[in-house]
């Protein structure tokens, strides 16, 4: 029997999960059949949270002894973490510590000057630095990286998200998720780094302690005109507790020389998830009091601990159903990092990818490992089998590491015999006394199906964490589920045909063809119709299915039956008749899953349309009203989830109407959270009868491209900011389409 490869797993979940029930119906294939589809999961509560990640990698019919009944393939990954309960005081000393001033020449000093308005940069830690911020790790250690950099702005902050920001208008509040996260700001405030004005870093050693010091030196607050000086000293916790339980990290934040300003700022400190924080919001007359003072920041106690994760299955029909573990490992709290191999095959990377889509966070540049501490899970959550881990960037990089954890004991059930509902793994912490904030309990395990192919099955994936919040004190639980359901339909005729509404099908449920099932039946009501589209996208390899349209009277009106290697069969048709009309789908050579997608267009529609790419296909998004005698310009938001590829976004023009469209110019602007719009490049534009029509679509002027009826124009933009710090999306276009009304 096969087993389960080695798939490597990165759960990122974004916050404030909902404790919903995700579920996903399969139509249970005859043949063997890839899936590899993932599913994800979280919910979270004020102190903790738990996520979870279902890998289905395949399916495999009956096969002779030992088991000789069907199996699917499962990898189950879990995150759990109580990181969200972790909280710092501060206190105020009526001196300045030598630890929080620059040491110009020394090893690791950097200046910057006249960096200007709104500035700010990368800049890596020392060497061999080690620094624990709200439970994320940030170390520089050799040939072994980490989150390696801190963001530093000139107005006063730095952060260790991805955004970026040089906002220079502090927030009302600690708590505001919006960009920057993460932050720790001595002095936030819209200030000017110019030719009098510098900032430094550098590494500080005060025995036995070691410190990374950020200075503003002489800067300028603007709307008053004072130069103010003021510094950030990060303290390092010693490599000997590299894999220990140890209290974050001390933070301290001297005002060397500053004077009352005219306007609100911010000194203070605010986690990754914007939703916490320590540290005032107060008027600039109150600066001048903090002048020769050191404020420093430390972690509260006690915190919440996890004690125990656990995993279940358990099929609804369990009397035909048992589970097989084969591969199982543990991680914990105390991580150390090792250099490893690179995965020895290109599926994993695009697994990686998958699920990133699937989550819907895009990592960007050489900042993409800083972004991962934006999350409510931390980067020392990278779930692995035994060997290796990836991180796959959004952009260009990719960071391969290898790791390594303790402090957990494991415990997992042998296989159940069948007849037994339920089976469970358990990850739990070995003593009482030790304080565990995030683990993963990884499981790759069999579903086995001892009946036959037409049966119905439901699996219920539950994971659960237990914590408290100290050793011996009651435990708290969150949990969160996701279901499968898998049976093979029903609509293999006229009379049973599926009833649909226009969108698209195939992701949920997985719509299947094969020997056993070679035609699927649907049904779509047309009342007032201009015209019925349906699309249909098969399996790329050895396998072939047409699409046929039939009216009220089983008459067939439409047909697709590509051959060779185009796998797209489209039907685009003008109704005559109200009613019910019907879609067949029929297998013409192998076997496996498709997509569907329907679209019904009322009498009158604006064109073109505009079609978005959701991260599996195709989805009409709105009817485009350039009806005009001349060039106008339009621009729409885009409500869909617009789902980029490696930072690429993929948009279609279809014109539906019985008119031409003449386009002159496109545009593609991604929207950050300050409202900021962003011009994507249009790298990419091919009309299915012209081919590339990408310059005629650069620039508003007198050359346009026409699309007559049916005909489509691909296009494929550059996004040039990270899709997590993307708002939305809104397209522009310029072009008329002349109609007579």
């Not at 911020?133 to 250690?141: E, Q």
């Not at 430390?298 to 279940?312: E, F």
């Not at 509404?501 to 056993?516: A, S």
């Not at 124009?713 to 397209?731: C, M, N, Q, R």
Request: aromatic letters at 14%; hydrophobic letters at 35%.
């Amino acid at each position: 029997m096969k087993t389960v490869k080695s798939i490597l797993l990165i759960i990122l979940i974004c916050i404030h999960l909902v404790p919903t029930i995700w579920a996903l119906q399969i139509e249970r294939p005859s043949t063997y059949e890839f899936i590899d589809k993932v599913i994800a999961e979280g919910n979270t509560t004020d102190n903790a949270g738990i996520s979870m990640a279902a890998h289905i990698y395949e399916y495999t019919p009956q096969q002779g002894p030992p088991y000789g009944h069907d199996f699917l393939n499962f990898n189950i990954s879990v995150l759990a973490n109580t990181r969200k309960a972790l909280t710092y005081n501060f206190t105020i000393l009526n001196e300045l510590k030598d630890w929080v001033f620059d040491a110009p020449g020394s090893q690791y000093y950097q200046e910057f000057v006249n960096c200007g308005d709104d500035w700010g940069t990368w800049v890596d830690l020392p060497d061999n630095f080690r620094f624990l911020f709200y439970g994320a790790k940030y170390r520089n250690l050799p040939a072994e990286k980490d989150v390696s950099k801190v963001w530093i702005c000139s107005n006063g902050y730095v952060s260790f998200d991805n955004s970026n920001s040089t906002n220079p208008i502090p927030p009302s509040g600690l708590c505001d998720p919006n960009p920057p996260n993460a932050f720790i700001a001595p002095l936030w405030a819209d200030l000017l780094v110019d030719a009098e004005a510098k900032i430094t870093t550098t590494r500080r050693y005060h025995s036995p302690n070691e410190y990374f010091v950020v200075m503003w030196k002489n800067v300028l607050h603007k709307s008053s005109g004072q130069r103010l000086t003021f510094s950030l000293a990060l303290e390092a916790y010693d490599a000997m507790y590299d894999d220990a339980v140890i209290p974050q990290g001390h933070i301290y934040m001297g005002y060397q020389s500053v004077v009352s300003v005219d306007k609100y700022y911010i000194w203070g400190i605010s986690d990754h998830e914007g939703r916490k924080g320590s540290g005032v919001y107060e008027p600039g007359a109150n600066l001048g009091w903090f002048n020769g003072k050191t404020v420093t920041f430390y972690q509260n106690s006690p915190n919440y601990c996890i004690r125990r994760v656990n995993l279940y299955f358990e099929d609804q029909y369990w009397q035909n159903a048992r589970y097989e573990i084969v591969q199982e490992t543990m991680r914990g709290y105390g991580l150390r990092i090792h250099k490893g191999e690179e995965p020895s095959s290109n599926e994993q990377l695009m697994f990686l990818k998958t699920i990133l889509s699937a989550v819907g966070l895009g990592l960007s540049g050489t900042s993409a490992l800083a972004s991962v501490a934006g999350l409510a899970f931390p980067p020392t959550l990278l779930i692995t089998l035994p060997l290796s881990a990836v991180l796959v960037a959004w952009g260009a990089y990719d960071w391969y590491v290898r790791h390594q954890y303790n402090l957990i004991e494991w415990a997992s059930l042998q296989e159940n015999p069948i007849g037994d509902p339920m089976q469970s793994a358990h990850l739990k912490v070995p003593a009482m006394n030790d304080f565990v904030f995030d683990s993963s309990l990884n499981v790759g395990f069999l579903w086995l199906l001892t009946d036959g192919p037409s049966s119905y099955h439901n699996l219920t994936l539950k994971a659960e964490l237990e914590y408290s919040e100290s050793p011996g004190a009651p435990t708290h639980t969150v949990t969160t589920s996701i279901k499968v359901d898998l049976s093979q339909d029903n609509n293999d005729s006229f009379p049973e045909a599926t009833a649909l509404i226009r969108g698209c099908y195939g992701n949920d449920p997985m719509l299947w063809l094969g020997y056993d099932d070679p035609e699927d039946y649907y049904k779509v009501c047309i009342s007032n119709a201009y015209r019925i589209e349906v699309e249909i996208n098969v399996p790329p390899i050895d396998t072939d299915f047409d699409l046929y349209l039939y009216d009220p009277y089983y008459s067939l009106r439409a047909a697709s039956e590509q051959r060779g290697d185009n796998k797209r069969e489209f039907i685009s048709y003008c109704p005559d008749l109200a009613g019910y009309w019907y879609i067949k789908v029929k297998r013409y050579m192998g076997h496996g899953f498709y997509n569907m997608t329907i679209a019904t267009l009322g009498q009158g529609g604006a064109c073109p349309t505009l079609f978005i790419w959701n991260g599996s296909t195709f989805v009409e998004e709105a009817l485009l009203d350039i009806h005009a005698e001349s060039d106008i310009t339009l621009q729409h938001s885009i409500q869909n989830p617009l789902t980029p590829e490696h930072g690429v976004c993929k948009l279609q023009l279809r014109e539906l109407d019985n008119y031409t469209s003449h386009i002159d110019q496109v545009k593609l602007y991604a929207v950050d959270y300050q409202g900021q719009y962003h011009q994507g490049l249009l790298f990419y534009a091919k009309h299915n009868e012209l081919g590339f029509v990408t310059s005629e679509l650069w620039f508003d002027d007198n050359i346009r491209i026409d699309m007559t009826p049916t005909q489509t124009v691909d296009l494929k933009f550059l996004s040039f900011i990270p899709y997590d710090a993307t708002a939305h999306y809104v397209f522009e276009i310029t072009g008329y389409n002349r109609k007579d009304w």
